[in-house]
């Protein structure tokens, strides 16, 4: 499975964007997927994921801002964020098909900057 991800940019505080993961196949059975986010001199740490059940968990920094839906006929995941903080300045990965600790597909980043 590759996975595309898109809708990165450059943002005020306050202001909202739209993340996609886009599959090339379909995500129906993948059991769950997930965002991460890699700010510069930190590591990656996971952001969202979502079940195949569309079940939903947020880290604690994203709570109540940021939602993760998945639209399985467009094989496709979304990270709706709003409220956005200059603390939310990352590169955003989505990854899918977890096992345990270990996730076996992964996208390409993408840049999101939020200016104060």
């Known amino acids: 499975v590759q996975l595309q991800a898109s809708g990165g940019g450059l943002v005020q505080t306050g202001g909202s964007l739209r993340l996609s993961c886009a599959a090339s196949?379909?995500?129906?059975?993948?059991?769950?997927m997930g965002w991460y986010r890699q700010a510069p001199g930190k590591q990656r740490e996971l952001v969202a994921v979502i079940t195949s059940g569309g079940t939903t968990n947020y880290a604690d920094s994203v709570k109540g801002r940021f939602t993760m839906f998945r639209d399985n006929f467009k094989n496709t995941v979304y990270l709706q964020m709003n409220s956005l903080k200059p603390e939310d300045t990352a590169v955003y990965y989505c990854?899918?098909?977890?096992?345990?600790?270990?996730?076996?597909?992964w996208g390409q980043g993408t840049l999101v900057t939020v200016s104060s």
């Open positions: 196949e379909s995500i129906f059975s993948i059991n769950v």
């Open positions: 990854a899918a098909d977890r096992r345990g600790s270990l996730w076996i597909y």
